[in-house]
């Protein structure tokens, strides 16, 4: 490549927006996918910042490049990767995950520029550097400049920079990171020796990871031709994590996601459906909608049922590890076996619903000894003397939303439970109160014999926070 010039894709305008439209964590996966495919042993994603905040997003890759002499015909055709007809990378090394030249639009769903500066050997192996511009205003151009040799310190790799942001993009947020660990999981446990940060962090999965289980799942149909293998695996996370069904290829690769929809308290996950015809139907380019397939929706089916079995088993255990451990610390509040089966179902009862409290309420895992022992013994008695408090409780508690959940722990951190508690009982009878003086200044009946003196000033007079907060301490004075 002698000089500039401009490559022209062969795609329609539309089906290219289409493809520019993504969320942050979508878009750098398939940036990552790219230097993997290149078999890249470390990938970074990083930003730069300027007086006005998010100036850049760089991500870089050790990858073979892209040699020049290639890089034309890689970027004129969408879909027409080289990658469709191989199922290994260049050397051998890897499976490969891309296969049709999408994932360098994703770059403009981050920002309106982005340019690809590639570091890679020639024809004549000669290592040389070159960079690739496009800009989301005219997406079906790609510049591409003269490529000129470099230095024998250089190294073979990609550096693809998006300038211009559309938003200050946070990609320090966890939840980003979270979501790259359950994509790349299964990658990265197959080949350890990659390496993929965000923003300074590392993704490590197998860190993360509490539980990892895999099970084989009835075929899928193939009319009168062999039918399609199927598995599950099933990841639990130690982090909170939104939990997903990915639907794989028979490679391992997430190419679509889904929220399964199935209770399992307690209990953060990922789950990885695998199947040659998860892969057919995303070459049909019909996988997002391919729960309106009856066979790959049957499928899916049989894998959350398979969940469910799972997490019934996994509840079993953790109750039995979790009562285990209490006896060890000596804070189970039980000190001797039941003697009849009254009491052995009412300790049943004691041993779910304590487990629950554990894995719900934040922290609880956290607190001192002494603590724990007192709520578990405060809760075995809430249950044997008044089971009906204990579940509005356990309904109000467990059921509050993620972020009340962590409102009232900060309240907690600040001050306890019982100041909590009478601070509410302070403000329902004052509302009690207020709703009563209403219905007696304004009731047609009552309204006829309720005296101002003698009954309403009265009233107000050992009530004085109703002209506010600060004649609450106010004594009455005076004769009525």
């Known amino acids: 490549m002698s000089a500039d010039k401009v490559i022209q894709v062969e795609a329609q305008e539309d089906f290219i927006e289409k493809l520019a439209v993504a969320s942050p964590a979508q878009a750098l996966v398939e940036l990552i996918w790219n230097g993997l495919d290149a078999e890249a042993t470390k ?42 007809n191989e199922n290994k990378s260049k050397n051998g090394k890897r499976r490969l995950h891309g296969e049709e030249g999408k994932g ?89 020796g990659v390496h993929i940060s965000l923003v300074g962090t590392n993704l490590d999965p197998a860190k993360q990871i509490e539980c990892r289980k895999t099970f084989a799942l009835p075929s899928i149909p193939n009319g009168n031709q062999r039918p399609f293998p199927a598995e599950i695996e099933i990841v639990e996370w130690k982090t909170e994590t939104e939990r997903t069904l990915y639907l794989c290829s028979e490679d391992k690769f997430p190419l679509h996601r889904f929220t399964p929809g199935i209770h399992a308290p307690g209990f953060n996950f990922s789950a990885y459906l ?40 996994r509840t079993k255990e953790k109750l039995k590890n979790l009562v285990e451990e209490w006896k060890n610390d000596k804070i189970y509040p039980y000190q001797e076996e039941p003697k009849s089966p009254i009491q052995e179902v009412e300790r049943k009862v004691f041993d779910l619903v304590a487990v629950n409290v554990a894995m719900n309420l934040p922290d609880f895992q956290e607190q001192d000894q002494r603590n724990k022992k007192f709520q578990l013994r405060i809760l075995r008695q809430a249950i044997e003397r008044s089971p009906e408090e204990l579940q509005i409780i356990l309904d109000e508690v467990l ?72 004649f609450a301490l106010t004594v009455a004075g005076g004769r009525y």
């Open 43 to 84: 990938v970074s994603i990083e930003v730069d910042h300027s007086d006005w905040g998010l100036h850049s997003i760089r991500v870089r890759d050790n990858g073979h490049g892209i040699p020049p002499q290639e890089a034309e015909e890689l970027f004129m055709h969408l879909g027409g990767s080289w990658k469709r």
């Open 104 to 192: 360098r639009f994703r770059a403009l769903a981050l920002g309106r520029v982005a340019t690809w500066l590639v570091t890679a050997p020639d024809e004549r192996t000669q290592l040389v550097r070159y960079s690739i511009t496009v800009i989301k205003d005219r997406a079906k151009e790609f510049k591409v400049t003269s490529a000129l040799p470099v230095n024998g310190d250089a190294k073979a790799g990609v550096e693809v920079t998006i300038s211009e942001p559309y938003k200050q993009w946070r990609l320090e947020n966890p939840t980003i990171l979270q979501e790259l660990n359950e994509i790349y999981a299964i990658y990265m446990m197959e080949y350890p």
């Open 274 to 313: 695998r199947s040659p015809y998860v892969s057919q139907l995303h070459e049909q380019g019909v996988l997002e909608v391919g729960l309106l397939d009856s066979r790959l929706n049957d499928a899916v089916e049989t894998a959350k049922a398979k969940l469910r079995e799972h997490f019934r088993t």
């Open 399 to 470: 059921g509050l939303p993620q972020q009340k959940q962590e409102e009232l722990a900060k309240l907690l951190k600040q001050t306890t439970l019982s100041q909590i508690i009478s601070a509410s009982n302070l403000v329902a009878d004052r509302l009690n109160f207020l709703h009563g003086l209403e219905t007696m200044l304004f009731d047609k009946e009552l309204k006829e014999t309720f005296k101002e003196r003698s009954q309403l000033h009265r009233i107000l007079a050992v009530n004085t926070w109703v002209f506010g907060e600060e």
